[in-house]
DNA sequence: CGAAATAGGTAGGTCAGTCTACCTAGTCCT
DNA sequence: AGGACTAGGTAGACTGACCTACCTATTTCG
């Protein structure tokens, strides 16, 4: 009897995958409750037994995906710690990332698309502004260790890689794939070498 | 007598004026139809009369969009043939189409965010990727003012320059401030400088 | 038992799009 | 010149679909 069907927090799982694909494939708006927990294979019901609301879910989606990039930043970035190999973790952590969505096909970050539904005041806009900041500290952390005496030299060029990084991604997610991603990160590793 | 009220095609640039300036703020999804036609101060009949469709005048908005860019670009671009200062008209288009939406807050590129929106096959999506691709292959053209006999390395700077840029463009957005846009200028200027 | 799940319905609201009925300013035709 | 016609506008009701959120009643399982 390996199907358990009420296991407690199970169903939030669900919910919360359920909804991730939907919100990035489709959109916030674009997608229903009831679409959501048809999808999640869930009662109406478990979705506000675990939710307050569907922006709850909404704010859990974008936590969500914070986590995962994370998670495959530092996958990356502990295999060496070259400083080089440290801003490509972050490049390919976008990659990793990307490639998991490609069952329905790369649509950008989803943080952003997300942020451009939110209204201007929507704490989910904090969150996301949080995620990129966080993305740009990691890379000015790499490049104070490359250039020790040069801070606002590392500062000037994690700005630099990180709109690249961002560009790259929205570029991509029109096109529907991570090409932009590989020829952003052939870039980046060009302006660290000559530099 | 000044006030014409019933002239042809004057209904049509208030709701086309409107749904502009709402889809960049609020999002295309969250404006509703009602929203557009009492801001327009126009009739609900007249929108239907101008446009078959919520549709239709979604994607006028991006060609407008576009239109609009187009013509800041092409100011700022006449002023001088030095292939170096085009580069730079290019930035300086997005910075002044920025300043043009700075009443109700900068959100980043109109055509990415509703693109987001979008679905997978809608043609606004396309839309969007032309007016892309067209802005890198004015920024490619310059280059290859610049570098007339490396070819290559024209395409990998301008593709380098178009991802700056647009990830400038989606980092200010959700700041609210056109202030990455200075700064991914100020990058360009460097890396256009040095090399 | 009791917590957590299930199915399914309901209330209240919003949205896109249609419809009716009326108004006004030009144009055409005799 | 003057009446009829037309194009484009206004106001507002209305339909059918859909959405969020809540509610009821029942069932599963540790």
């Known amino acids: 009897m390996p199907e ?7 169903a939030r799982d669900r919910l919360l995958r359920a909804a991730s694909d939907l919100f ?3 959109g916030i708006a674009a997608t229903g409750i ?4 048809e999808r999640a294979g869930v009662a109406k019901q478990s979705l506000y037994n675990n939710f307050p609301s569907k922006a709850a879910l909404v704010s859990a989606y974008i936590d969500a995906r914070h986590d995962e990039w994370l ?14 190999a ?15 969505a490609y069952e329905y096909g790369f649509r950008g970050c989803g943080l952003l698309n997300a942020a451009a539904e939110l209204s201007a005041g929507d704490p989910g806009r904090a969150a996301v502004r949080r995620h990129k900041a966080q993305v740009e500290s990691l890379l000015c952390a790499h490049l104070n260790d490359i250039y020790p005496e040069q801070p606002e030299r590392a500062a000037r060029i994690g700005k630099h890689l990180a709109f690249l990084l961002e560009g790259a991604i929205a570029r991509g997610g029109l096109d529907g794939n991570a090409n ?3 020829a952003a990160k052939a870039i980046a590793t060009d302006l660290l070498e000559q530099s």
């Open 71 to 84: 998670a495959l930043y530092e996958v990356r970035q502990q295999a060496s710690d070259d400083p080089v």
């Open 4 to 10: 358990r069907q009420s296991a407690p927090g199970r």
């Open 180 to 182: 932009c991603l590989h």
């Open 34 to 37: 009831d679409t959501i927990t």
């Open 24 to 26: 990035y494939a489709d």
């Open 86 to 100: 440290g801003v490509i973790a972050v490049f390919d952590a976008y990659i990793d990332h990307a490639s998991t």
